[in-house]
């Protein structure tokens, strides 16, 4: 069952004809609206007509995060303001978010591309599907809610936070979709089996993204809850969910290549690498109007095949991800990079340096527990003294990530000092 | 009329309490008094110790968390109600106790106790009016 049969089972000849199309159009675009873009390809020589087709996609420079923060919050926007009908945010490196925006075309550009993932997963205009993502400025809520729309299937508007309710509508509207992160609906599988309720739901697929997870976890929640669970994968930059998404045979996840082209590259040397091969996924976005990227650089490491799938459709599949070539943690489904807590930490007066992260999973639910020595300098006599100094760090902490933090205060020296750059982040979770 | 208490943080991990001690110890310091205060996680050692600022560098010197905290330590007659007859003193103000804890070394039928207050300058005009004996670091020292 496909989606958008024509787009999504094209050969590839007329595939690489339609993407040369639009990625010259773009790169004609960004060089014209975007004063970052054009001054990046000046300081290599480069115009826009020297990029003729996808084969010379390689030539165009890299877009990382970093660009994005220097034109915060609206400087790589390649449309007036007016015609954005949207934006939304991620976390940067640093306390300034990732801003990215939509025009209406491109908001329906993303329903669509969610749309076929859901297909994917079974999901017609029949369904009830409850959306159990974050809504507000992370894109997994309205990403997942438009998509849900678009097919016309019967959108719930869960949001996360409320497990209790959300059990309670599944069995009560007789949901048979959800769409959330792993480690959530695999929380809500144990509450669901605890309470004796698998029986008396109607769910049959899951959509879950916005965070990696194995293929045993993914086997897990199908058992759990005798469901097909389905791994959707994307970004705010380059658009949110939806990006791509594993079919029924779950060998990888279709990209959704008429509007994005990936390309692996090495983190260390950036040249492509072998068909095949792991290394640095890369996207260029060759239809979105508010905010083109050029080769943005992903920092998800993965492998790309190109043989046609089982399920018929011709599009390239990314394999299940293997890291990641920064430091960036995703934490229930938000990003975290330790910069941003350290930054937290020293604005919190009197606060050591010295601190580690620890991300563990306790029940399918992450936890987040960052550990700061206590020095000289700023401990107290009194009990009350050090407490307030728990509340200060973790609500500081909670409005750069907007995760609350279990913070323990530790003796000094505990932490251990490294020889060259410190080690400040333990992840307990298997997720690859 | 002050004396110097040790505030030490540690964790709650085994054996801890005991390197604390042992570092004392090893720095020739007597320790006359001690409390624990705890939290699932983490507690606070208070002392009271022949040479406060020793094993406060001591301390420091093995990577302990550690400072001196001014308190008041007063002998009381060991007997029915001295202890309440001068806390009535402290509770008429507006000074607050933090903590206090006894001083275990006796003499002469006397009892002792280390109080923190929020104002400590004035509780000890209070308890030196009402016929209180406050001991300094000095006769600390000497116990």
Same mark, same amino acid.
């Given at each position: 069952?496909?989606? $958008?049969?024509?787009?999504? %089972?094209?050969?590839?000849?007329? !595939? ?21 873009? +054009? ?112 097919? =016309? ?36 599988? &144990? ?12 769910? *049959? ?12 976890? +993914? ?20 658009? =949110? ?11 990888? !996840? ?25 290394? &640095? ?13 050029? +080769?943005? +650089? ?15 459709? %011709?599009?390239? *599949?990314?394999? *299940? ?11 229930? =489904?938000? $990003? ?10 020293? =604005? ?43 509340? *200060? ?10 995760? $609350? ?25 298997? !997720?690859? | ?14 054996? /801890?309490?005991?390197?604390? @001690? ?13 409390? @624990?205060?705890?939290?699932?996680? #983490?507690? @606070? ?14 301390? /420091? ?13 007063? /002998? ?22 933090? #903590?206090? #804890? ?25 308890? @030196? ?15």
């Amino acid at each position: 069952m496909y989606w $958008n049969e024509k787009m999504e %089972t094209m050969s590839r000849e007329e !595939l690489t004809a339609l993407q040369s199309e639009r990625l010259v159009a773009t790169v004609k675009r960004v060089y014209e609206k975007v004063p970052a873009y +054009r001054a990046k390809m000046d300081a290599i020589g480069l115009k826009p007509e020297d990029i003729k087709g996808v084969q010379d996609l390689s030539k165009l420079p890299f877009t990382t995060k970093a660009d994005l923060r220097d034109n915060y919050p609206f400087g790589l926007f390649a449309v007036p303001q007016d015609e954005i009908v949207r934006v939304h945010a991620s976390s940067g490196t640093t306390g300034k978010p990732t801003v990215v925006g939509y025009t209406a075309k491109d908001i329906e550009m993303w329903s669509e591309c969610v749309a076929r993932c859901m297909t994917m997963a079974g999901i017609t205009k029949k369904d009830i599907v409850q959306v159990a993502y974050g809504y507000g400025l992370f894109t997994g809520g309205l990403g997942a809610h438009y998509g849900a729309e678009y097919i =016309g299937a019967t959108t719930v508007p869960m949001g996360t936070g409320n497990t209790q309710k959300l059990v309670t509508l599944m069995k009560d509207f007789g949901a048979t979709a959800i769409a959330c992160t792993p480690s959530y609906l695999l929380h809500i599988s &144990e509450v669901l089996k605890e309470a004796g309720e698998i029986g008396n739901l109607k769910l *049959r697929a899951a959509v879950c993204g916005a965070e990696p997870w194995t293929e045993e976890m +993914r086997l897990q929640i199908e058992r759990n809850l005798h469901i097909h669970a389905h791994d959707i994968y994307g970004l705010s930059e380059v658009m =949110g969910p939806g990006v791509a998404c594993d079919c029924e045979y779950h060998e990888g !996840l279709h990209v959704c290549e008429d509007y994005f082209i990936p390309e692996i590259i090495s983190p260390t040397t950036l040249e492509p690498v072998a068909p095949g091969e792991t290394g &640095e996924l890369v996207f260029t976005t060759i239809s979105k109007e508010g905010l083109p990227l050029i +080769r943005y +650089r992903t920092r998800d490491l993965t492998s790309i095949t190109y043989d046609k799938c089982k399920c018929g459709r %011709t599009t390239c *599949r990314i394999s *299940r991800f293997k890291g990641r070539s920064d430091d960036m943690l995703i934490i229930r =489904g938000v $990003n975290v990079f330790p910069s941003q807590v350290e930054e937290a930490l020293l =604005g919190v007066d009197g606060v050591s340096p010295h601190y580690m992260i620890l991300v563990d999973r306790v029940n399918n639910l992450d936890t987040l527990e960052i550990m700061v020595e206590v020095d000289g300098k700023f401990f107290s006599d009194e009990i009350k003294g050090l407490e307030s100094l728990s509340v *200060r760090i973790g609500k500081a902490v909670q409005q750069m990530i907007g995760l $609350n933090a279990k913070i323990k205060l530790v003796e000094p020296r505990t932490i251990e000092r490294s020889m060259g750059k410190a080690v400040h982040v333990i992840d307990k979770r298997k !997720l690859i | 009329m002050q004396a110097k208490q040790l505030s030490v943080f540690i964790e709650n991990r085994e054996g /801890r309490l005991d390197e604390v @001690l042992a570092v004392v110890a090893k720095a020739n310091v007597n320790i006359l008094s001690l409390s @624990l205060a705890d939290t699932s996680e #983490y507690g @606070l050692l208070r002392l009271i110790v022949s040479d406060p600022a020793k094993a406060d560098a001591a301390l /420091r010197a093995n990577g302990f968390s550690s400072m001196l905290t001014d308190v008041l330590v007063v /002998r009381l007659d060991n007997k029915v109600g001295s202890l309440q007859a001068f806390l009535s003193e402290i509770s008429k103000t507006e000074i607050n106790l933090e #903590y206090m #804890y006894g001083l275990t070394i006796e003499k002469e039928g006397k009892a002792s106790l280390v109080i923190k207050a929020s104002d400590l300058k004035k509780a000890s005009e209070i308890l @030196l009016s009402s016929g209180a004996e406050l001991l300094t670091a000095e006769d600390i020292a000497k116990l």
